[in-house]
């Protein structure tokens, strides 16, 4: 089945501690985990940041919410329970509980009142709840939209260049990679005749104890395996195994199927690697707002 909404946790979750003892929260992700039949594949799954796992995200946000509606409450550090009003409330037997339903409760609304951004958008506006993504998931989701199209943005305006800027560029990334050594440096050894499907060759250390061969070009059209066989052929004729193959459109699945099979290491980098290495090394582009998420951190309070 697909990981469950933090929404449709939140019922199952009131019911897993109903019988009134108190759950480590593990014990509680893991006991949702079984009720709802995960898969370990299922289990893994990170978020768009890859940082903590999905299906932990959504527990801990319907436990979160729970909280903030006096159900379940935590006696000390992580750690949860039943409260009365949760015992009072299962008693009912609902058929689910939501959002919505918890607005019942005055200290939710008033939670979610406090939990307002600067402009005035309280939680309900930054949550989507259509689809039952927690704050967190939605913050990611809209930077994963901005970041592509920020790339959609950044392949379109390089194919507007001319080849040299375009060489340049390439350059820039390698160097904000950590090769090459300086700027002035590569700048002196890529970006050449093009001679024999070879367009240049960088430092791959600072030290320059090792050197990659680089293909770079502006192509439209998607790059098959013989482009890729006459770089590798290039690559053997100057006695080296290590290349990169840059292109601003994309390959085909026989070129990429071909670079992986063989015994040089070639690194096919199309337009949305280049352009998604751009946004994390800062070429072509600059910072407009910048936002932190943070936990608390448990191991501050720690007594002990």
């Not at 929260?25 to 940082?51: C, I, M, N, Q």
């Not at 506006?125 to 039952?132: F, Y």
Request: hydrophobic share 35%; charged share 30%; glycine share 10%.
């Amino acid at each position: 089945m697909t990981i469950p909404d933090y929404q449709s946790i939140m019922l199952p979750l009131l019911r897993l501690v109903s019988d009134g003892q108190e759950y480590r929260f593990r014990e509680a992700v893991e006991g949702l985990a079984t009720h709802f039949g995960l898969t370990d594949l299922e289990r893994l799954e990170l978020l768009p940041s890859g940082k903590y796992p999905t299906f932990d995200n959504r527990v801990a946000w319907a436990n979160t919410y729970m909280k903030k509606a006096g159900l379940i409450e935590s006696s000390r550090r992580g750690y949860l329970n039943i409260t009365d009003r949760g015992l009072d409330l299962l008693k009912s037997k609902p058929a689910e509980i939501n959002s919505k339903f918890l607005e019942r409760y005055e200290e939710f609304i008033e939670f979610r009142s406090k939990s307002g951004s600067s402009n005035g958008k309280n939680l309900s506006a930054i949550v989507n709840e259509t689809d039952g993504q927690t704050p967190v998931e939605s913050i990611e989701t809209a930077h994963g939209t901005i970041r592509r199209n920020l790339g959609t943005e950044l392949i379109e305006q390089i194919k507007s260049c001319s080849p040299g800027f375009f060489e340049k560029l390439v350059v820039e990334v390698l160097v904000a990679m950590g090769y090459g050594g300086t700027r002035k440096d590569a700048g002196k050894v890529i970006g050449g005749s093009g001679d024999e499907g070879v367009d240049g060759v960088i430092n791959e250390d600072r030290l320059g104890l090792d050197v990659i061969y680089v293909q770079a070009k502006r192509w439209e059209n998607t790059v098959g395996r013989p482009k890729i066989q006459k770089f590798v052929g290039a690559l053997l004729g100057k006695k080296s195994r290590k290349g990169i193959f840059i292109t601003t459109s994309d390959f085909s699945k026989n070129a990429r199927d071909y670079a992986s099979s063989i015994e040089s290491s070639v690194v096919l980098i199309d337009g949305e690697a280049l352009a998604n290495l751009m946004i994390d090394y800062n070429v072509g582009t600059t910072v407009e707002s910048s936002y932190e998420i943070k936990r608390m951190d448990s191991d501050y309070f720690d007594e002990a």
